[in-house]
Structures are given as structure tokens and as C-alpha cells.
């Protein structure tokens, strides 16, 4: 079975950087995508970016394009968020997804595994 296990969360000021990762296992499948999501308190989840293995092709939704940047390590199984100039609107928990098929997506019904989430708080 697929396994997902997120890091990197945590506390950071307005302005800063973090660096999540997704560190997949368990899966057979060539072709697939990634996806990250976030859930504010109160809010539905949300697509943030997603990444294929068929063509590295990647989405970031609206509110995080120019400042989120995902990325893949397939020698180490693991996807990356860099995202920077945070926000006080970016505080949610952050999850990672794993879908079959390369499509990339931001609908989180499409995706088939999803791992347990990691807290990112943005302070003023």
C-alpha cells in the first residue's frame, strides 16, 4: 500500500520560508501524480500544487503562484513544496497525496492515498 509521511512543517514569521517534504512508498505505478493540499480551521481543503512523474508537469493554485514551488527527488521517492514569502492566510495543516495516473490535479477526490499532514502556522 502506498505511504505518505509529510514533514517540515512548523512556526515561521510573515515573510519566511519553509520547506515541506512528502517522502513516498509502497507504490508500483510509472505513471502518477503528487498532489499538496492544505485545510485552514474551518475551511475545505484545498489543491496547492501538484507534480506528474510522467512530464514533471506541474499546478499551483492562484493564492501561492510565485511564492510555492514543488519539486521532486525520484531517486529519493520524495516531493518537495519550497514556499516562501508566507502569509498569515497560508496557516493550515498541509497534506500530501499520491493519485494514480499522471494527470496532474487539484480535486482532492481524484487522489488515492493521502498522508497525515503536517502544521504550518504563519505568525504576524
Known amino acids: 500500500e502506498v505511504q505518505l509521511v509529510e514533514s517540515g512543517g512548523g512556526l515561521v514569521q510573515a515573510g519566511g520560508s519553509l520547506r515541506l517534504s512528502c517522502a513516498v512508498s509502497?507504490?508500483?505505478?510509472?505513471?502518477?501524480?503528487i498532489g499538496w493540499f492544505r485545510q485552514a480551521p474551518g475551511k475545505e481543503r484545498e489543491g496547492v500544487s501538484c507534480?506528474?512523474?510522467?512530464?514533471?508537469?506541474?499546478y499551483s493554485a492562484e493564492p501561492v503562484k510565485g511564492r510555492f514551488t514543488i519539486s521532486s527527488d525520484n531517486a529519493k521517492n520524495t516531493v518537495y513544496l519550497q514556499m516562501n514569502s508566507l502569509k498569515l492566510e497560508d496557516t493550515a495543516v498541509y497534506y500530501c497525496a499520491f493519485k494514480r495516473g499522471g494527470y496532474i490535479s487539484d480535486y482532492a477526490p481524484t487522489f488515492d492515498y493521502w498522508g497525515q499532514g503536517t502544521q504550518v502556522t504563519v505568525s504576524s
Open positions: 509502497g507504490f508500483s505505478f510509472d505513471d502518477y501524480a
Open positions: 507534480i506528474s512523474s510522467v512530464d514533471g508537469s506541474t
